[in-house]
């Protein structure tokens, strides 16, 4: 596998007068207490993870996708623990724990996805709190998948991140692709964080 090793650049938030930043301040405070940093990019680690994710095949023949999008957000983020620092705004923030090998044997749940948006899907990590795979597509689009249903949490990570340590509201999908249509149903995630079940069939 070859990949582009030139490490992004992004502005700092905490430099006064300086560009916009990237994060809100709250995202920007988890983040860097979970150990991440503007240019961080472990693409060693990235790599390890695509073979390992490619090498899987599920007892029923499913294998995973594994595009640059996804490799680009493990190289930045896999392997932080991002854990929020203030209450969510509308829904209860979660605690995000970005190892794509929490998906490992999603391998078909995450093929189901790609075929109906068109795209390929794989695995970015977990809401530890209500055990969410969240997963990214070829376009860098991220969602979350549970048992009440599959959400879109973003364009991008970086949107997908703020809605995540925010408490934002996610959308429902439908059976259309994400920019076309959502619908008006609003993810299970109550400010007290209710115990859910483990959401999907292992396959």
Same mark, same amino acid.
Not at 10 to 21: A, I, L, N, Q, S
Not at 66 to 88: I, R
Not at 154 to 170: E, M, N, S, W
């Given at each position: 596998?070859?990949?582009?090793?030139?490490?992004?650049?992004?502005?700092?938030?905490?430099?006064?007068?300086?560009?916009?930043?990237?994060?809100?301040?709250?995202?920007?405070?988890?983040?860097?207490?979970?150990?991440?940093?503007?240019?961080?990019?472990?693409?060693?680690?990235? +790599?390890? @993870? *695509?073979?390992?994710?490619?090498?899987?095949?599920? $007892?029923? %023949?499913?294998?995973?996708?594994?595009? &640059? /999008?996804?490799? +680009?957000? @493990? *190289?930045?983020?896999?392997?932080?623990?991002?854990? $929020?620092? %203030?209450?969510?705004?509308?829904?209860? &923030? /979660?605690?995000?724990?970005?190892?794509?090998?929490?998906?490992?044997?999603?391998?078909?749940?995450? %093929?189901?996805?790609?075929?109906?948006?068109?795209?390929?899907?794989?695995?970015?990590?977990?809401?530890?709190?209500?055990?969410?795979?969240?997963?990214?597509?070829?376009?860098?689009?991220?969602?979350?998948?549970?048992?009440?249903?599959?959400?879109?949490?973003?364009?991008?990570?970086?949107?997908?991140?703020?809605?995540?340590?925010?408490?934002?509201?996610?959308?429902?999908?439908?059976?259309?692709?994400?920019?076309?249509?959502?619908?008006?149903?609003?993810?299970?995630?109550?400010?007290?964080?209710?115990?859910?079940?483990?959401?999907?069939?292992?396959?």
């Amino acid at each position: 596998m070859h990949a582009d090793r030139t490490t992004p650049r992004h502005p700092d938030p905490r430099v006064p007068g300086g560009p916009t930043p990237r994060f809100t301040e709250p995202v920007d405070t988890a983040l860097r207490a979970a150990g991440w940093e503007p240019g961080r990019r472990n693409i060693e680690q990235a +790599e390890i @993870w *695509a073979d390992t994710l490619r090498a899987h095949t599920s $007892p029923g %023949g499913h294998r995973h996708a594994v595009f &640059p /999008a996804a490799v +680009e957000a @493990w *190289a930045e983020f896999g392997g932080l623990t991002v854990t $929020p620092t %203030g209450p969510g705004r509308q829904i209860a &923030p /979660a605690t995000v724990d970005l190892d794509p090998l929490h998906g490992l044997h999603m391998a078909r749940t995450l %093929g189901d996805l790609g075929r109906a948006l068109d795209t390929e899907v794989a695995p970015l990590g977990l809401e530890t709190d209500n055990q969410s795979l969240l997963a990214i597509d070829a376009e860098g689009r991220v969602y979350a998948l549970d048992h009440t249903g599959d959400w879109y949490l973003g364009p991008d990570i970086d949107h997908a991140l703020t809605d995540l340590v925010c408490g934002i509201t996610p959308v429902r999908l439908t059976a259309s692709r994400p920019q076309i249509a959502v619908s008006s149903g609003r993810r299970g995630r109550s400010k007290t964080r209710p115990t859910v079940r483990q959401p999907w069939e292992w396959a």
